[in-house]
């Protein structure tokens, strides 16, 4: 006697004949394989693809690597406003200030440096040694 098939069971099942239907009533002439190899309704499936069309229609792209839709930029490039231009001038005009400083408190060091060497040796601590 031939094993009963059981009435009620996943896609899974279903696609390859060892249930009769989904919990949703789907039929196996009701399912089909993705391309990425999912068992889908064919209905659900088409309506997906319908749904990217009228997206891609809109001006919408999926962005590599991100589970979203991005919208297209449409017409010219945006323009950089004047005020990031000032900022960034500013910020040069910083690290020139800052290197200046750098540079005199080499300098000032250097003759100190100097100064110590023309005294007499090493600059001492004031501090006493306790041993």
């Excluded at 899974?12 to 039929?27: E, F, P, Q, S």
């Excluded at 589970?67 to 490039?77: A, V």
């Amino acid at each position: 006697m031939p094993a009963k098939i059981p009435t009620v069971g996943s896609k899974a099942c279903v696609y390859h004949g060892t249930a009769l239907r989904t919990a949703g009533g789907l039929k196996k002439e009701d399912l089909m394989r993705t391309d990425k190899g999912r068992i889908v309704s064919k209905k659900q499936h088409a309506s997906g693809l319908q749904a990217i069309k009228r997206l891609r229609a809109a001006g919408f792209v999926a962005k590599k690597g991100e589970f979203k839709l991005f919208s297209r930029r449409s017409g010219s490039k945006k323009v950089k406003s004047p005020s990031r231009r000032v900022t960034r001038s500013m910020s040069a005009a910083r690290t020139a200030s800052r290197k200046v400083a750098a540079a005199k408190a080499a300098a000032t060091r250097r003759a100190r440096k100097l100064a110590t060497i023309k005294e007499g040796g090493r600059r001492r601590s004031t501090r006493r040694s306790f041993w």
